[in-house]
């Protein structure tokens, strides 16, 4: 049975926010793997600055590359929208029933609006929650429920709004994003 870690996003674009948590908990706990799930676009609410998926899903495994305890996850664009993240556990662990064990990956901000997801309390009785502390966020109501086991993982103040924004007004990303995503991003339009 292989731990695995599923951390949803948008990654719009991923960032090394995000591959500092993604390899912390795939290396420092006792996950064998760290899936990145990419979240599709909402069909009915076009948002002029979410990239296409195959683009965030494209930029997702250049930053991966050949790190063995990493994965880029297309799962949720094959399935009914908006997709729910009860739903995809529900459908991933049908997919590899006798092999792999799923883990919901959370800072601390997702954990606060817990309580609005749909059937979070199935959620929280039947998955294990790891989460990592965000800055700036309140104990959240769930941080001592048993399901949840916290960590301490290192933190960075950056996010993909602050990425987008340096992108169209012309400044250099560089060390923000991992070097193949801004590799990509230097000759490429996306965000400009
Ligand atoms: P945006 O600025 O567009 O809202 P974001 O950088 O917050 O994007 P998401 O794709 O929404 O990125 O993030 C995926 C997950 O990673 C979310 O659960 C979010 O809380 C978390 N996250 C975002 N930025 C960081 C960061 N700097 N450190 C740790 N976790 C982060």
Redesign the pocket.
Known sequence: MKKTGL??????PV?V??M??ANYMATQTDLDEVWLVVSPQNPLKPKASLAKDHDRLHLVRLAIGDNPYLRASDIEFGMPRPSYTIDTLTYLKEKYPSDRDFVLI??G??LATLHKWKNYELILRDYQIYL?K?PKVKKAEFESHPSVKTFDAP????????I?RCLKEGKSVQYLVPDAVFEYLENATLYR
């Open positions: 951390f949803f996003g948008s990654f719009n960032h926010g995000h500092i948590i959370m800072g901000d997702n990592y965000r933190l960075l103040d950056i996010s993909a709004t602050y987008r």
